[in-house]
């Protein structure tokens, strides 16, 4: 409730919603909060910290709002910026970030805001530039983003008590269980295939990679200014979904095929975008190293029945028919806002020369960002686990994330078990493959292509 | 005022790159409508050579209003604008 006092004290400045992170689950978390935010003392606040996911709730009209997450010592505040500067320098928080989306994708650019020749929007979906982006879709996307964040902290607080982090360590994700891939699989690793993956970059340092990755030999940056080293955490997740090796440094195995040979090149800078000339640079280097598959874990968001890019469908059908061949799998994009509207399968993913990646959850059913089949121009090959996927992140440690993003390099880590199994296949062989193996999703062939991805038996 | 430029990935005919002298015919009618001086256009060479004997495609930045014009050049394909990918 507000009071005249809080009312007096209160800065004319705006508030932003931000996520404080507390060190550990405490009851001096609220205190901490209290203190500086002034939402009162006493009885009404002894235990909220502990004792619930989300047991704690207040607003002061015009003032504060607070949610703590207590399970998982996250708390989401809105703060004036001297509110922030202030509770920052309380010795429980360990960090404040702003809640907010990720990205906003600028789904066509400056140039390109005309809709083309016989194209039509899809169902609330509006180009953001120079038209700001629709605030649902900020809104969900910064969701997604609250909620992977909040479930990291829930599935990853430190192993304690003997025998924990062995524990740990041997159990598995439930996404390798439904590609086909249960703790006892043996049957391929990916070893001597190169698969590369083109996004952020990867943390070099990361436990779980160390070594792995050189700068310069199996590693590239076409970012201008910015080394290999991820500076966003995006494409060290998507890597760890590849190639996290069967034995990991605190959590169970998360990577489809250990065993390949990873190439890593960086094309979108820190902050998670790219221009199409280095995407296509990376492309180019990656196909000259020999990988036989790429990873894309990225895209742009096109509407309906907007052709697909003729330079990224060049460059896939060239290198798809080229000798062996190389295969290029891109993520199918997250635009979609299911039940209410469905978006169509994004650009580069839209080409027909590269594979369109779709995400399921973990009862099999279509992801509710999951782009999908919705002209003639790009359709949904396959799909993979992409909800609460666990793997790598940079600083060491590992996050739960959501996105088509993280169904691709499920699907790219099964074709080098594949194609490890099967040497000789070329890349159209291996693309046939992938989609004769699958197992069915609770859904249509729009949203999830020939079905969920299986490895060799 | 200098026109904006804007960068363009220009994708070739195979059958018109394929062609005796084709290329370098296709590469003179570019540069004639983009305006590219000849310092321009070893740049792009410099740059996008590999590219384009590999992959019959291009890039450069022209000034956007040739890019139109561009397109009715016969044996171009298609010329894309450079646009910026998101990690998803």
């Known amino acids: ?457 | 005022m200098e026109e904006a430029k804007r960068k363009v990935h220009i994708v070739l005919s195979k059958q018109a790159v394929q062609s005796e002298g084709g290329m370098e015919n296709l590469l003179k009618a570019i540069a004639d409508v983009a305006n590219l001086d000849a310092e321009a256009c070893e740049k792009i060479r410099a740059r996008y050579g590999a590219r384009l004997a590999r992959f019959g495609m291009l890039s450069a930045e022209i000034p956007a209003s040739s890019i139109d014009r561009l397109r009715e050049i016969p044996g171009v394909e298609a010329v894309e604008l450079d646009t910026i990918k998101h990690a998803i």
């Open chain 1, 1 to 457: 409730m507000a009071s005249g006092a809080d009312s007096t004290q209160r800065r004319p400045t705006k508030k932003a919603e931000y996520l404080v992170v507390f060190h550990k689950r405490s009851e001096r978390n609220l205190s901490a909060l209290s203190r500086q935010l002034k939402l009162g003392t006493g009885d009404e606040l002894k235990g909220a910290s502990t004792a619930g996911l989300q047991l704690f709730e207040r607003r002061i009209p015009g003032a504060a709002r607070v949610k703590m997450f207590a399970r998982v010592a996250v708390a989401a505040v809105d703060l004036t910026p001297d509110e922030k500067t202030s509770l920052a320098k309380e010795s429980e928080v360990q960090m404040i970030v702003r809640n907010e989306v990720r990205r906003i994708p600028p789904y066509f650019d400056a140039g390109s805001t005309a809709l083309p020749a016989g194209a039509q929007a899809a169902p609330g979906f509006q180009p953001a530039t120079p038209i700001p982006p629709d605030p649902r879709s900020a809104y969900l996307l910064g969701f997604r983003d609250a909620i992977d964040m909040i479930s990291s902290r829930a599935l990853f607080q430190p192993p304690a008590g003997p025998g924990a982090l062995a524990a740990a360590q041997a159990s598995h994700s439930w996404c390798l269980d439904m590609v086909g891939i249960p703790p006892a699989y043996a049957k391929a690793s990916g070893k001597g295939v190169k698969v590369a993956v083109l996004d952020t970059g990867l943390d070099l340092a990361h436990p779980d990679f160390r070594g792995a990755v050189v700068e310069g030999v199996n590693g590239m940056s076409f970012v201008n200014g910015q080394s290999v080293q991820d500076g966003h955490g995006h494409g060290t997740h998507c890597c760890g979904v590849v190639a996290g090796p069967a034995r990991t440094a605190a959590v169970g195995r998360y990577g489809v095929a250990p065993d390949c040979h990873l190439y890593v090149g960086k094309v979108l800078g820190d902050g998670g975008s790219g221009y199409d000339d280095d995407i296509i640079e990376g492309i180019t280097w990656a196909a000259d190293q020999g990988a036989r598959i790429i990873s894309m874990s990225l895209g742009m968001a096109r509407y309906v029945n907007s052709p697909y890019p003729a330079q990224y469908e060049r460059l896939a059908s060239e290198l798809l028919n080229d000798g062996d061949g190389v295969l290029i799998i891109a993520a199918a994009g997250n635009e979609s806002e299911r039940p209410s509207s469905t978006a169509p399968v994004g650009s580069p993913a839209c080409c027909p020369s590269i594979m369109a990646v779709a995400a399921v959850d973990l009862k099999k059913l279509v992801a509710w960002f999951s782009c999908c089949k919705m002209d003639n121009i790009g359709e949904v090959n396959i799909s993979a686990p992409g909800v609460a996927v666990v793997s790598a992140f940079t600083g060491g440690g590992y996050r739960s994330l959501s996105g088509t993003s993280m169904a691709t390099p499920h699907v790219s880590g099964l074709a080098a078990l594949w194609l490890e199994t099967q040497p000789k296949l070329k890349a159209m062989d291996l693309r046939n493959t992938l989609t004769q193996n699958v197992i069915p999703a609770s859904a249509t062939p729009e949203d999830c292509g020939a079905g969920i991805g299986q490895a060799p038996r």
